[in-house]
């Protein structure tokens, strides 16, 4: 078996709040709470779950701009934690993230050929300045936009075109693995299948890795071939794409496969629908056993007691539930 | 079933720094007792600005009402004075915010915010509206209602708040809501919790709805019509079931192809629409879809109204018959 790019172990982040003024209300987020899961190259795994799952989170951690509590995090061979800050630069290049809100993640003030060169500047990946506009163009039509775009700020373009740049942003460092993290959620509904069909077509060009971080469950499945479903800082199961969907072993992934409406008023109409009880509890003070059981419609005594363990049910397909 | 609401020819617009902005340009809907009906459409095609114009909401003096009718229970709005406005806000017609924390007053408890509107409208005395709106808390699923009274809007959830919304958009039994993205702000699993909650609430009050959305999948569940909108004007209008059966717009058809579906099985590649969705001060002349659209002809040049095609069916486009006979061979 090939070697997986990217290997999350028991990955766990917890923020400290509170104290401050009120002290002694100090509490801890407990965002991401065991997770571990891996991609293979050139696969791409979907993350879903509800806001405030820890998916972002469990992102930035991977991408090192938040430091893990404990876990391990092994990338293209090298255990990211205990690297130096040099070698780590090298490494996270090839590491690159696109953002769900492409407005506030580019600099306003510089054109869009700027804040293209600029990272290839500073990392020397092209020093020659005619090079480098060549390179500028070329990651332009490489996400569909045109060169006089380069002479663009980010207000003067539709929120898909700047999507765009987000992603060629991204590319600019030739990365091997991207964190997509909600990509198409603030964009129009026709613009959103531009940009998914984009960063498949990118993918097989390049041959890249995706996490792609999601709460919409119809994309999620159009795009991964894996899917990892969270809540409450942990992954509830965990499958490939088929298997997912069509065969869902946790009541929580198929209480969420049954809250999406689907576009056909007459399916609509014979549907039946799982609505869960209640609201998602909070991180800070998450429930005993397992997360899910308030919420669950099929809970037993012994989930409040006991945790459950993500299990491999069948081959590839994990599920954190006892009565899996 | 008689008509509640008849919107006529209703044009609003803008003044911005980089022009005239027509929000809403020249549409017309209506709604029947006890109907739910859906407006959809991508980010800024008017959407918020129809359902703002019915209740007189629009930001002035940027904003004007230029002309049409709003035609409720027989009586036009727009020739309503401010003080039968407000009456007609306060009983008649509900509202539901993008936004609930926007319409939420955060300093006033949750039970006030509730009985203000029970002694104005409904000329209750404050304990018969305590008692009104422990029931309506409790009818929007929000627990422990008595004790719920006294706390403030920033003491619920995203979900609570929201019912706390529609608590207060039904509480003077009304005979019309409008739901403005009632639940894009929420998750999956509440959005479910919160759509049912309303559709049951409408079904048993005979309350009608009208519903602003950008997805087709709860237009498809809870709309008996939809409204498709581009650009500030209605393109497609048609019953729920007719018009994802047989779309008779170019711009409603991209729109279905383009969602990835999960009762369908995968599919190699999305169909976008290509483009981007115009700049409202720079319409093109004609239809204003022509630019992305892949049946454009000459003729497109010119508006194209909307015009009946079958029972309850419109479509406002010149190729509409071409279309038709495509996606039926
Ligand atoms: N810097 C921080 N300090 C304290 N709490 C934080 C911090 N960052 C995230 N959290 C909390 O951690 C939890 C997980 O947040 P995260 O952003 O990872 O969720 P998410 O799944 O990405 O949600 P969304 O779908 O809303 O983006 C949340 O309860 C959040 O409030
Ligand atoms: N107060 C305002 N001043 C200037 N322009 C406005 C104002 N309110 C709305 N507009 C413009 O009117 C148009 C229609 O806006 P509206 O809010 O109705 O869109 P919408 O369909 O509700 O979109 P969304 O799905 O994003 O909520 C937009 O182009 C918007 O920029
Ligand atoms: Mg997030
Ligand atoms: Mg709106």
């Avoid at chain 2, 940027?62 to 009586?75: D, F, M, Q």
């Avoid at chain 2, 999956?188 to 005979?206: F, H, K, P, S």
């Avoid at chain 2, 729109?255 to 590649?269: F, K, N, Q, T």
């Amino acid at each position: 078996m090939s070697q997986a790019l990217l290997e999350v172990q028991d990955l766990v982040k917890h923020f400290p709040v509170g104290g401050g003024l009120l002290k002694g209300a100090a509490g801890v987020v407990r965002a991401v709470e065991g997770v571990t899961f891996s991609i293979q190259r050139g696969e791409t795994l979907g993350l879903v779950g509800e806001s405030g799952c820890g998916k972002t989170t469990t992102g930035r951690c991977v991408l090192q701009l938040e430091q893990p509590t404990s876990g391990r995090i092994v990338f293209e061979g090298a255990e990211l934690t205990g690297l130096s800050q040099d070698k780590l630069r090298t490494v996270r290049r090839h590491m690159q993230v696109i953002f769900q809100d492409p407005y506030s993640s580019l600099n306003p003030r510089m054109t869009v050929g700027d804040i293209l060169a600029e990272p290839i500047k500073v990392h020397r990946i092209v020093s020659d300045p005619a090079k480098r506009q060549a390179r500028v163009r070329e990651l332009l039509e490489q996400v569909g936009l045109h060169a006089q775009h380069a002479r663009r700020y980010p207000h003067q373009l539709s929120g898909g075109q700047r999507q765009r740049v987000g992603v060629a942003r991204a590319l600019a460092m030739q990365p091997s693995l991207i964190v997509c993290d909600e990509p198409v959620s603030a964009l129009d509904v026709s613009i959103q299948a531009q940009i998914i069909n984009l960063l498949e077509e990118l993918q097989a060009r390049f041959g890249l890795t995706y996490l792609f971080i999601a709460h919409d469950l119809s994309v999620v499945r159009h795009i991964s071939d894996r899917v990892a479903v969270m809540y409450l800082g942990r992954i509830v199961e965990l499958a490939d794409r088929q298997s997912l969907y069509d065969e869902a072993l946790h009541p929580y992934t198929r209480a969420l496969l049954s809250a999406v409406p689907i576009p056909d008023p007459k399916l609509e109409a014979r549907r039946e629908r799982t609505v869960l009880r209640g609201e998602v509890p909070s991180p800070l003070n998450p429930p005993s056993g397992c997360v899910f059981h308030p919420r669950c419609p099929i809970a037993v005594d012994r989930c409040s007691a006991e945790i459950p363990a993500l299990r491999e049910i069948k081959p590839g397909h994990w599920a954190a539930c006892h009565l899996a | 079933m008689a008509t509640l609401l008849d919107v006529r020819d209703l044009k609003t617009t803008f003044l911005t720094s980089s022009g005239v902005v027509r929000a809403v340009d020249g549409v017309s809907w209506d709604i029947e007792e006890g109907e739910t009906v859906a407006l959809v459409g991508e980010s800024g095609c008017g959407k918020s600005v129809s359902a703002l114009s019915v209740m007189r909401l629009v930001d002035e003096p940027a904003g004007r009402i230029e002309s049409g009718e709003i035609v409720y229970k027989g009586r036009d709005l727009l020739k309503l004075s401010e003080e039968q406005m407000r009456h007609v806000r306060g009983r008649e017609i509900g509202m539901i915010f993008q936004e609930p924390m926007t319409s939420l007053n955060p300093v006033l408890s949750i039970g006030r915010q509730l009985t203000e509107g029970l002694e104005i409208h409904m000329g209750m005395k404050p304990p018969e509206a305590r008692s009104r709106a422990v029931e309506m808390l409790a009818m929007v699923g929000i627990p422990d209602p008595e004790r719920r009274l006294g706390q403030y809007p920033h003491h619920f959830s995203g979900g609570m708040r929201q019912r706390m919304m529609i608590a207060m958009a039904l509480a003077c039994n009304p005979s019309l809501i409008l739901a403005d993205e009632p639940t894009t702000a929420l998750d999956v699993t509440i959005q479910a919790q919160i759509l049912e909650l309303m559709r049951d609430l409408a079904r048993r009050l005979g309350v009608a709805m009208l519903i602003i959305t950008h997805n087709l999948g709860v237009v498809a569940r809870y709309a008996d019509r939809v409204n498709v909108m581009y650009a500030g004007r209605i393109i497609e209008q048609a019953s729920a079931t007719e018009l994802y059966a047989n779309p008779r717009h170019p711009y409603t058809l991209g729109l279905l192809r383009s969602v990835p579906r999960l009762d369908e099985p995968r599919r190699a590649r999305l169909d976008p629409i290509e483009g981007q969705p115009p700049d409202l001060t720079r319409l093109p002349e004609g239809c204003a879809f022509a630019p992305r659209c892949a049946y454009r002809v000459e003729r497109c040049g010119e508006v194209p109204s909307l015009v009946a095609l079958g029972a309850g069916h419109r479509s406002a486009c010149w190729e509409a018959e071409r279309l038709v006979k495509e996606l039926a061979a």
